[in-house]
């Protein structure tokens, strides 16, 4: 089964992830309708709980949304965020930078993950993402990128994989704000930890990992 959307979800939690209980979680999860694979994520600095999934539909993926999640958040006693993106728009985008959810080979297993977002409503085939990707392309430590566009909002974004934690700061601090400064929108960057997820993500089928 193909991912056809992708779930980004953060909870508003502080908690080291060798704490969290992945693997009871990791149960709960893959028997959502329409599940297919989920990266897991843990805040650099900050230790906060999410994650990027992919699912066979727009409608498994709001369902997850307005269901499970939220529920779940409940449990920790915490808010949370959930943003749901529609991958037929960005497959091209995305697999011409070696994304694994659209048949890019993982040649390095990355050490962080950069989640960006964009406050914009520009339909994808309006972006310009064939100038866009080789300026990406000689980015220090990018190992892949995959595109996301915001269901319903139109906003632009990606999950970006580095090499090192290092190289994902320098992306999200020095690099970013450059490029959204060019469009004249506030932006939102987060950066994940990969090391310390990689056996949870490994337990729910993560591309992203050898």
């Not at 600095?45 to 939220?70: E, H, I, M, Q, R």
Request: glycine residues 8%; charged residues 15%.
């Amino acid at each position: 089964m193909s991912a056809n959307a992708f779930v980004y979800t953060e909870l508003q939690a502080s908690l080291p992830f060798a704490d969290v209980p992945w693997d009871k979680l990791n149960d709960a999860i893959a028997v959502q309708p329409g599940f297919v694979d989920k990266t897991w994520f843990s805040g650099l600095g900050n230790n906060s709980v999410g994650g990027l999934y992919g699912f066979a539909s727009v409608d498994d993926a709001l369902l997850y949304c307005t269901d499970f999640f939220p529920a779940l958040a409940r449990d920790f006693g915490v808010a949370q965020t959930t943003r749901v993106f529609d991958n037929k728009a960005t497959a091209e985008a995305s697999a011409a930078m070696d994304a694994p959810h659209f048949g890019g080979q993982v040649t390095a297993e990355p050490g962080a993950f950069v989640y960006t977002e964009v406050q914009v409503a520009v339909p994808f085939e309006n972006a310009p993402w064939q100038d866009r990707n080789p300026v990406l392309r000689r980015q220090k430590g990018l190992l892949s990128k995959t595109w996301l566009s915001g269901h319903n909002t139109n906003t632009l974004g990606g999950l970006d994989a580095f090499d090192t934690v290092e190289n994902a700061l320098d992306f999200a601090i020095n690099e970013f704000p450059i490029t959204t400064a060019t469009m004249n929108a506030a932006f939102y960057t987060r950066v994940f930890d990969a090391r310390v997820t990689e056996a949870a993500s490994r337990g729910l089928n993560s591309p992203y990992y050898l």
